[in-house]
């Protein structure tokens, strides 16, 4: 197909342009590769990098240039969607490539020279193995053979050129998950460099841990992909373990904004605001764990190559020692870290409902950087038997942490939770007694070590509130932390929390009003008994909290005469109560002599009357004995708020 069209030139991408070699690798936690490039400048000043598609917007974003003699001219590569900006404004579309019958039908109309005949394309139609193509000459319509191997020239040397980079955008597009990008210096022979940072797979540690008697032997892996698009041949590979802000933006993609359409104003009459001078402007805005022991070397595999770290900025870079290739689209693991560190095997108990404590190792890191996050696969140093897996969390120099790679299933562990309050304090304030009472939560362990011996850790979970009672090694996103020790025998561990409690028992009803202006005749002595002092239930819970008391309890005498005084509070009420109810049943009797006296005549009016009489001097006499047994309660009552303040 293309054989029929000349003058065509790839002018997109210099093939010519020589390719920067990798150099230098980082690979960040982050998920990020900054990718270092050098090598010598050709003396057109033209290198080339091929870049994966994913990838162009973080080289646009954080490409940096080095050159320290020339000049950085700038980078250029196709455009996102090559195909489709190629064909822009052609006579054609990619589908008229299907064959070369479709391709010169699409340029019918185009100005052509075939067989020394020269005019505009009619029409081509199939014809065998040959083309049968229609021109518009001078001399009129004329009909010929297009053939295998004949050259047909468009005679639009611009439409041409466009046709052949159309050409060269599509095929590169129908290949192409990448693109190759120029980067143009100032000529002249030299050496230059770049660099820039994309998205790339995590590097991802992991651990070898064998355990000997008092120290450990830590070995560090680092498992890296290479999906940058470019061989690393022999290239200094940097591994970073930090938390920096990454930020990825579409640079590559042709952005077009929505523009608001106005319409044509003729001058409009404004008044400008005056200047008032310039003004300055406005401001911009846990306790360390136990030492571990240290000892001989555990035994473990061979020494392994010893990355140099740094530690800079909130970061750890590790750099292997040794260059190191990783092809394109290949995964590599290679080791980093090979330190000896001092160690400790204990139990470890976490969770409120645990019926086995954990094995776990408390391992010190005494090199001067930070190890990072990782998957710890655990041996044992006397013959090399896997214990299990752990995960390590990020430790710095200096700090310790636990690694439980397995849970023990010879040491028995029967947790009980329990919950009491202990009477502290009694007082007197304003009609009220005051009960300062400490309520505690426990948690504790019945520990069966079946014979065995070690230290052994219980993690539990802060109360907000609640002061621990127990001693605390550490505090941290796992709670508190205890510290003990097993000597074969079986053991109990009690870990109690505890917090005030302050409880205000009232002697008088706020809601009743006044107690001096409080009267039987107005309230319904039966409805308000509970609330009233000496009545059912008043007693009794301030009994119940004498009898909490222990002996020697600060206030309790008080509470015990407040006790004695609410005992005859009782008496006085019920009395009160009885002869209440007394005047009322004398009471409803003289309202039944009045009605008698209403509905007689005669001799039996007058016999009603007497028994009116007779009702009335009961009813006077009932109330005058229940004002007195009312009176009589209520001075207790306000003797026994007296008493209190």
Do not use: C
């Given at each position: ?172 597009a129908r290949a192409a998950d990448a693109r190759e990008a120029v980067l143009r210096f100032s000529p002249g022979a030299r050496d230059v460099g770049l660099a820039y940072v994309t998205g790339a797979p995590l590097w991802k540690p992991s651990w070898r841990l064998v355990i000997g008697d008092g120290t450990a ?429």
């Amino acid at each position: 197909m293309r054989k029929h069209i000349i003058g065509l030139a790839l002018l997109a991408l210099p093939v010519a342009a020589q390719e920067l070699p990798v150099r230098s690798v980082t690979l960040s936690n982050a998920g990020l590769a900054q990718i270092e490039r050098h090598g010598a400048l050709p003396a057109d000043g033209r290198v080339r990098i091929t870049i994966p598609l994913p990838q162009v917007d973080d080289v646009l974003k954080s490409l940096v240039a080095l050159d320290t003699t020339g000049q950085v001219l700038g980078l250029s590569l196709p455009a996102r969607e090559m195909a489709a900006e190629a064909f822009q404004g052609l006579p054609l579309r990619e589908e008229d490539f299907a064959d070369r019958l479709s391709l010169l039908r699409a340029l019918r109309g185009q100005s052509v020279e075939l067989a020394g005949s020269q005019g505009r394309l009619l029409d081509a139609t199939g014809e065998g193995d040959a083309l049968r193509l229609l021109l518009l000459t001078e001399r009129g319509v004329l009909s010929l053979a297009l053939r295998e191997g004949d050259a047909m020239r468009l005679t639009d040397a611009a439409l041409a050129a466009r046709l052949d980079r159309a050409a060269a955008a599509l095929a590169a597009a129908r290949a192409a998950d990448a693109r190759e990008a120029v980067l143009r210096f100032s000529p002249g022979a030299r050496d230059v460099g770049l660099a820039y940072v994309t998205g790339a797979p995590l590097w991802k540690p992991s651990w070898r841990l064998v355990i000997g008697d008092g120290t450990a032997r830590l070995s560090g892996w680092a498992v890296v992909e290479n999906r940058s698009g470019a061989d690393w041949r022999d290239v200094r590979l940097s591994l970073v373990s930090g938390n920096p802000a990454a930020l990825r933006q579409a640079l590559y993609a042709p952005v077009l904004r929505e523009r608001i359409e106005v319409p044509v104003r003729g001058a409009e009459v404004f008044r400008p605001q005056a200047d008032t001078g310039p003004r300055p402007a406005p401001p911009m805005a846990m306790m360390a764990p136990a030492p571990v022991a240290r000892a001989a070397p555990a035994a473990a595999p061979g020494a392994q190559p010893q990355a140099v770290a740094e530690s800079i900025e909130g970061r750890v870079a590790y750099t292997l020692p040794n260059p190191v290739t990783v092809l394109a689209n290949e995964t590599a693991n290679l080791p980093f870290v090979d330190a000896s560190l001092p160690a400790e095997t204990l139990w470890w108990v976490q969770g409120a409902q645990a019926r086995n404590p954990l094995n776990a190792v408390r391992i010190r890191n005494t090199t001067e950087a930070v190890l990072p996050d990782g998957i710890v696969t655990v041996y044992a140093a006397r013959d090399m038997a896997f214990l299990g897996d752990a995960e390590l969390r990020a430790m710095p120099a200096g700090e310790a942490r636990l690694l439980a790679y397995a849970r023990d299933r010879d040491v028995l562990l029967t947790p009980a939770q329990q919950r009491r309050d202990s009477l502290r304090r009694i007082a007197l304030a304003r009609g009220v007694v005051v009960l300062e009472a400490e309520e505690e939560q426990s948690l504790s362990y019945a520990v069966d070590p079946r014979g065995a011996r070690g230290a052994i850790l219980f993690d539990l979970p802060a109360m907000p509130g609640f002061t621990p009672r127990f001693t605390v090694a550490a505090q941290g996103d796992f709670g508190l932390r205890h510290e003990a020790r097993l000597d074969a025998a079986p053991a109990r561990f009690e870990f109690v929390f505890a917090r005030p409690v302050r409880q205000e028992l009232p002697l008088w009803d706020p809601g009743l009003g006044d107690p001096q202006a409080f009267t039987w005749r107005r309230a319904n002595l039966e409805q308000e008994a509970r609330r009233l002092p000496g009545g059912p239930g008043s007693l009794e819970r301030l009994q119940q909290v004498l009898d909490r008391a222990a002996p020697g309890t600060p206030g309790r005498d008080l509470l015990a005469d407040i006790v004695t005084r609410m005992a005859a509070l009782r008496r006085l009420l019920d009395a009160a109560r009885a002869a209440a109810n007394a005047h009322a049943a004398d009471n409803a009797a003289l309202e039944r002599a009045r009605a008698a006296v209403d509905d007689r005549s005669g001799a039996e009016r007058e016999a009603a009357r007497r028994a009116l009489n007779t009702a009335s001097q009961a009813a006077e006499r009932s109330g005058t004995a229940a004002d007195a047994a009312w009176r009589a309660w209520q001075d207790a009552v306000l003797a026994l708020l007296a008493r209190t303040g």
